[in-house]
């Protein structure tokens, strides 16, 4: 199924029917990346290795040369236009595009035994209509492969069928950078039905930008996607493993069976001792619709020694009604993790079973303490109870209805909530990060990228299509509103 893209009609020019002629030189400016000019440049990339490192590629060659690069050589790729694989301009998948590859479409490039570990840089342009067709098949995505990358300030639209470990953007990364990206993907994993195909026969680790990561740097991300798998499904990751995700956007569609997540399928650190070692959620926005058979939640199925802060998430939790499941405005299961200046205005379901644990905002939170959450709130009217874990541990109650949350800000209270000391957090551009609307208006995130706000918290996020504009330093420029999350929100007394 082609996704129907939500770009700016400026974007719909971009096409890759014309093939760039042969040439001398690579990198014509001289930067040490190597220019991508069409899809069979992109293509390419996979078949560049050295001698010296025969497992990886790392950016030092295009069809085995590497005219213009500086005395110290190449060591990275760079988009210079945009691309689309709707090569036939039909609006359609099929033979008349130039990746069909019998229906299997574009082959992810690199895979466990080729690691892309260098540089890719979009320019702010656009890889249109990506499409993968590979169900079952694992380390799926534009990248299959990611060690000591770097992907960012890229515009992607995408359609990926694969297994476990699949992704828009990559099935798998590890010490990797993904920054100023901007996608409208769909991810659907199914289980392998090759024999002997463990460990990777499960659908399992899926996200609509990362299938799985450890030691990441994730920042400046908007992304709206649908994702469906079996086992931690995530909206932008499946599962992260000491990561750090900041200014993250995020409106999505997630469903499956165990540990799933709006954000993320579940998210640990591997220490508690090690302040080298992190795990952490901050100034990000989730607008989620997500339904699973345990462990479900806005932000995460399942989180561990991870700390959230400044970050809001609204939307729907629906869980299979069945006994010992677990479900949370943040999280279905949170254990050693803190929140901080946190917003849940998310619909959880009634408690219609026995022995269900469904929590304001986690349906289970070992090992965390009182002290462990500061400054959060959850609608209790949306959340339907006022505990805020699903067996009445002793994270704080919540006592306030979503007309609170909306009438509240850091400078007025509404019937006892006020968001004191909130007006100090920043974005990193130094704004103000979060922003009080009207008195009828659920605060919201100005990141640099856009202002995110869900207002009357109906799990969309609000757009404002009359007054798209750029931001400054943002990515994209004025396409900022790629994903129509720019909204433009309206400053109160």
Known sequence: MRLTPFIPALLAFASALSIAAPRDIY???????????????????????????????????????????????????????????????????????????????????????????????????????????????????????????????????????????????????????????????????????????????????????????????????????????????????????????????????????????????????????????????????????????????????????????????SGTVNLDDQINARAGGIAGAMESSSLLRVISTVHLPENTATNRFIGALTGESGGMKLTDVTDTHAARDLAKRTEGRGDNSPIPDQNFDLAHIQCASAADACDGLRFSGWNNSKNSENEALWVFGTQEQVPGLNLPQATLMDGNADGIIDPDPAEPGKKSGSSGGALIWLLALAAVVRRRR
């Not at 460990?199 to 930008?209: I, K, Q, T, V």
């Open 27 to 313: 990198d014509s400016d001289h930067n040490g990346l190597i220019e991508i000019e069409d899809l069979q440049d992109l293509n390419e990339i996979r078949n560049n290795t050295s001698a010296e490192h025969p497992a990886e590629i790392q950016g030092t060659h295009l069809y085995g040369a590497n005219g213009g690069c500086p005395a110290s050589g190449c060591n990275g790729y760079e988009l210079t236009r945009n691309l689309n694989f709707d090569t036939n301009s039909n609006g359609l998948f099929d033979e008349g595009d130039q990746f069909w590859n019998e229906g299997k479409g574009f082959e992810p490039i690199g895979n466990f035994n080729l690691k892309f570990a260098t540089e890719f840089h979009g320019q702010g342009h656009a890889l249109l209509n990506l499409t993968i067709n590979r169900p079952g098949e694992y380390f799926t995505g534009l990248f299959g492969y990611l060690e000591l990358a770097s992907i960012h300030d890229l515009i992607l639209t995408a359609d990926i069928k694969g297994g476990g470990n699949s992704g828009a953007l990559t099935g798998y990364a590890w010490r990797s950078l993904f920054q100023k990206i901007q996608a409208e993907t769909k991810v659907t994993a199914t289980a392998s039905e090759v024999q002997n195909c463990q460990p990777f026969c499960d659908a399992r680790d899926n996200g609509g930008l990362i299938g799985s990561g450890e030691e990441l740097m994730i920042n400046c991300i908007l992304l709206k996607t649908t994702v469906s798998g079996e086992e931690s499904s995530g909206g932008l990751a499946g599962y992260l493993i000491d990561s750090n995700l900041d200014e993250v956007g995020v409106q999505s569609n997630v469903s499956g069976d165990e540990t799933i997540g709006g954000l993320v399928g579940r998210m640990t650190a591997t220490s508690s001792t090690n302040p080298a070692i992190s795990s952490t959620i901050k100034r990000s926005f989730v607008a989620t619709t997500v339904s699973g058979r345990t462990k479900v939640g806005a932000f995460a199925g399942a989180i561990h020694e991870t700390d959230i802060s400044d970050s809001l998430a």
